[in-house]
Every structure is written in C-alpha cells, then in structure tokens.
C-alpha cells in the first residue's frame, strides 16, 4: 500500500476534461482523476466506457484518430500537456503501451525491445544495463529474444510491449487493456511483473483494464468509468468490498454469484449516480 507521502504527490491530474471525435461524438464527459506519484491507479469499466479514449488524451495520440481535447486540461508535474506532442510527453517520461501489444512484427525481440531505448542519451551501458532489467523481469523473452516478435504468442508480445517501455526508462506508463486475450494465468503473471515494476524501479502506472477483479487486486486506487464519466472512484481495497462494485463488475453480491442475466438490470438502478 501506499504510504501517506507517496498518496499526497500527484504527477498527473485530468481535470474535467471532454473529447469529441470527428468535431461530432461526445466520448468523454467532464472525466477528472488523480495519478500519485509511484502508485498503480486503475481505469475501469466495460468496453466502449471511455477508457482508452482517456489514456490517449492523456499521451497526445487523439489528434490520429480525429479526437481533440474540447474543455478541461490534462497536466504533468504541473505543466499543461496540451501544447505537447507525443515525442516530447516520451521524454518527460511519460510512455503509452497500446491495446492489442503494437509489436514490430519482422523485428526480433529483442530489437523491438531497444526500439524503446531510441529517444536516451544516457549511452550504450546504460542501456545494455536496463535490457539486463527487462530480461530479468521477463524471463521468457530472453528465451525468445532472436525470435521475430510476429511469430510469438500473444502473451509473449505483451511482455515485449511493457519491456519496450521500460527501455525509454519511464516515469510514468499508460497501459492498455494489459489482460486482453490472454489466458488467466498469464494475466496474473503480467500484472505481478507490473507490482514487481512498480514496487523495485518506482514507476508510475495508469491502467485501463476490463478485468476489474484482477485490476482491483494489484492496483491502490480505481476509477470506474460508465459512458464516458467517472461513476465511482475509491481505494482499490474499498472497490473491491464495495457492494455495488460486487454486484456490476465482479458478478458477486451478498446472495453470492450473481449471472450477466441478473444483473444487467444495473444501468435503471445504478445506485452511485443517485
């Protein structure tokens, strides 16, 4: 858990931002949050609740999409990001790993992996140091690392996406949809590397995650996002007991397991917004 110095030093802050696609789509709705300093913060909720939307305004990646920031701001360490492009939020610190891994697929590993390293200055021990950090993280990709990453699994390409990361030497990550496609062992090995990350090198995380069962269980504090706002947002141990949070996102309430059937009836009651 956080100590209370760690939960007081914010380096990221949304604030009641909105963003409309092709100058017509409202897709986020006055969406504000917090990220501390070395913390692991969640995004939740259930596809198409804005959450990569958020992440990607966040990096400076909307304007490829015809998506604009329209009211709000978005800073980092305090400084307004909105003048920023991606380039320059990569050497601030601050690195995106897409939905769906993004690996070059005719590159090996290994040279995707130093992909990362492009934008340091820091020289070629340095950077041999932190392929060494990777590879210590994920065992496997040392294993695989001549292999050319298109013929690797899916699990094996999400590896190689957060250890390309960790090459720019990050502050802070934005990690999409981490578990997407993936075997449930090998989401919680994923997420344990991302404690493990967090924990030894001091990096910040923001993640958007489906999964909120897993998410809530690694992460200290979660947004829940519905239809473009923040529904709820708490302590991740807090979510977790939360009745409602039970009940919509993890299928369980104080009869036990509740099916999709049951419960679907949650967006005509959706306790939180009375």
Known sequence: MLDAEVQT?????????????????????????K?????????LGGNGAGKTTTLKAISGLLASERGEVTKGSITYHGTNTAE??????????????????HCFEHLTVEENLMTG???????????????EMVYDYFPRLK???????????????QMTAIGRALMSKPETILLDEP???????????????????NENEGVTFLLAEQNTNVALRFAHYGYILESGRVVMDGPAAELRENPDVKEFYLGMSDEGRKSFRDVRSYRRRKRWLS
């Open 84 to 101: 920023m492009d991606p380039a320059d939020l990569v050497k601030r610190g601050v690195v995106q790993v897409m939905e769906g891994r």
């Open 35 to 43: 990220v501390p300093k070395r913390g692991i913060t969640a995004l």
């Open 179 to 197: 578990s997407m496609g993936l075997a449930p062992q090998l989401v919680e090995q994923i997420f344990g590397i991302v404690k493990s990350v």
């Open 117 to 131: 390293a492009y934008t340091r200055s820091d020289g070629k021990g340095a950077i041999a140091a932190d392929l």
């Open 9 to 33: 030093e914010t380096v990221l802050e949304v604030n009641n931002i909105e963003v409309i696609y092709n100058h017509v789509i409202l897709v986020l709705k006055g969406v504000s949050l």
């Open 143 to 157: 294993e695989r690392r001549k292999s050319q990453a298109g013929y690797t699994s899916g699990g094996e390409q």
